[in-house]
């Protein structure tokens, strides 16, 4: 895999998780606070599925099959954690993340630390159940970004496993040092 200019690296992700070690507890707790409030809000969101999208011939018809069957809201959640959902639909939850993320001014902000996290969410899932890595980086460097993710105490238990479980059942598959 190659690297694009604008992908995230190691060193900005290790950068922007290490937030608030020059301040006080206080600012760090609350920022922490801020951060998991947010991811949290963004799982239980619901997804809402649009019939007239499905309907416009624009998926494969398993795609298709899959989305009409979904009940008519569904969690971002769900969405990530569910082995069961299509790679495409974690490649468009990827997709939004990252524009999420590139929309953020302030790439140091609570609002990036939380999509990166979710953007993260997507790759690891597709990984985890599809054995496909969609973002554009090495192995190693997404693995090492899961590393990171899995010290932060804002990042709710439901990805802890997720990315937990994607490093320890992926390592041996790909042959990577974690």
């Not at 006080?24 to 019939?51: A, M, P």
């Not at 105490?153 to 390592?171: A, D, G, K, V, Y």
């Amino acid at each position: 895999m190659t690297k694009r200019d604008n992908a995230l690296n190691y060193e900005q992700l290790l950068s922007l998780l290490s937030e608030g070690l020059n301040t006080s507890s206080d600012t760090s707790s609350t920022s922490d606070d801020i951060r998991k409030d947010r991811l949290l809000e963004w799982l239980s969101g619901s997804f809402i599925i649009n019939t007239v999208l499905i309907d416009s011939g624009r998926f494969p018809c398993y795609l298709t099959s899959y989305l009409r069957h979904l009940p008519g809201e569904l969690s971002l959640a769900n969405v990530l954690l569910d082995s069961g959902t299509p790679i495409e639909v974690l490649e468009l939850t990827r997709k939004r993340f990252k524009q999420e993320a590139d929309m953020q001014e302030q790439k140091n902000s609570s609002e990036y630390a939380v999509a990166t996290t979710l953007y993260y969410a997507a790759v690891a899932s597709a990984l985890l159940h599809h054995g496909r890595m969609t973002a554009n980086m090495t192995l190693q460097d997404f693995f090492d970004a899961l590393t990171v993710f899995l010290q932060k105490s804002w990042i709710p238990p439901e990805l802890i496993r997720l990315f937990r479980n994607t490093l320890t059942q992926c390592r041996d598959i790909y042959n990577t040092k974690i």
